[in-house]
């Protein structure tokens, strides 16, 4: 229902479209290296797609619900508020993952057309955009559910930004002369989501080979945060009086 | 069916105002097989009892209880219930269809008997003709309409409803008024809330009148007349001249004059009319309306 509400597939089509012509424009005048182009756009194109889809959609998933009351048409049935909750983001979910489908296959697709050789990686930097757009989604739901659109809106991108720059910041040699800041930021990579450990673009697109144990890490790390978020905002809409 | 158990419940409406009570310590109980009218003014209180019955709101201090034989927990209380909210919300983008097979779903109501349940209940409230549009396309009555089909396609035991009557042309608060009084009469315990009077005295039994979040009556209706007012009788005279035994009279255009008198003082009513030369065309027992009552109370 969400999906057809949305209008997705019309947009991840727009955006294919224009993913395919800038594919071809940069493999023009790139020289050298164009299916690095081509997977390096490819993929920040996908990642911005579901990262604008789960900050901009998922803000108003619940809040409007509530607001336009036809929650009160749903929770009047035996469906509990976790269960509620749960399918809003799995149908969202959804939505991330035709995206990620339809891009992605996209961008590998141009990738090897170029001269790009298939990896496993892209499977997995895939997997990782997915799982933090779920974790962004549960953190606009989490913030939508305590504040108002625009404050949910202003401090999903800060924690996002933050979130992506917190270890780069961290090898810093600003950082590493200042242990009060460091102790700061780990604090903040603590609470906060750690994104750059779900982000392997970079491996993909020189290459690189990356350990086993690191994406499994990763990958606990992400479904760990995930569920704790869900976890945290099923018990705030529990509570939540929707009046 | 279920009981409300001293709810009370307080808002603020910002961090600098004084906390105002929308209800104080209501304890009422709707009985299996009832229909039951909720009164009260607009902002007594009735829809926000509402949501915490249904578990939207939560209340400072009270509990509701149901009835066991609706089920032990929520899930199954709810699998029993049918619910309209005031002014019923809806996907605008679904059609009447889609959203009455969604909240069939949600209710476990599948296959061929959910589509049964839409036909059936589609035609009851005369919405068959455009199940097949976009709900945005409806009207506010096709809106209540098939709102009200909605909270009925599961055959729930309990049905509460708020101002299910609200919106609707005079035919149809008449055809869901004779739904509600088939569904009453098929056994199903119904509570609506209302602020037209009229309305509740209709077709209820029992009525629950609340004022300022307090609770004014529980009971029957015709417990409530009984009470609240002695049945006075309307004589009509055409005798001219002032009689102080008559509690209030008017001069009809027809020279006539109507006389209100308490039982009491009928009979020395009648007979000083008499004396005075005047004749009696007519008598009548005034039985005062639910309407009357409430107001008398709320006074």
Redesign the interface.
Known sequence: MELYKSRILFNVLILGFILSLITYIASEFTYGTPERVAIDFGLGLTNLSILGISIFMGVTLISQEIESRTVYMILSRPVSRFSFLLGRILGMSGIFLINIAILGCLSCFYYILLGGTFSSLLVWTLFFMFLEAGIMLVVVILLSLISNTIITVIFSITIYVGSHAIAPALGTSFVKMRPGIGSLLNTYAFIFPDFSKLNIKNFVIYQQALDSKLLISSLGYGFFYFSLLVIIASYIFKHKNLD | MFEIQNISKTFQVDFWSKRFAALDSVSFKVRPGEIVGFLGANGAGKT?LL?II?????SDAGSVQFDPSLGKN???I??N?G?L?E?????P??SGRDFLS??GQ???VVGAELAQQINKWAKVFSVDHALDRKVRGYSKGMLQRL?FA?ALLHDPKIIILDEPLSGLDPRGRKELKDVLKSLHAQGKTIFFSSHIVSDVEEICQSVVVLEGGKLLFEGSISNIIQEHIKPNYLLTTDYQGSVDLAFSSEKLPDGQTVMEVTPENKEKLINEIIKCGGSISGLSYLKPTLEEIVYNIRS
Request: no cysteine; proline share 7%.
């Open positions: 926000t949501k249904m578990g939207f709101i939560k929520q899930r199954e709810f699998s219930l619910y909210p002014r019923p919300y809806f996907y983008h679904l969604y909240m949600l209710n476990n709102g909605s």
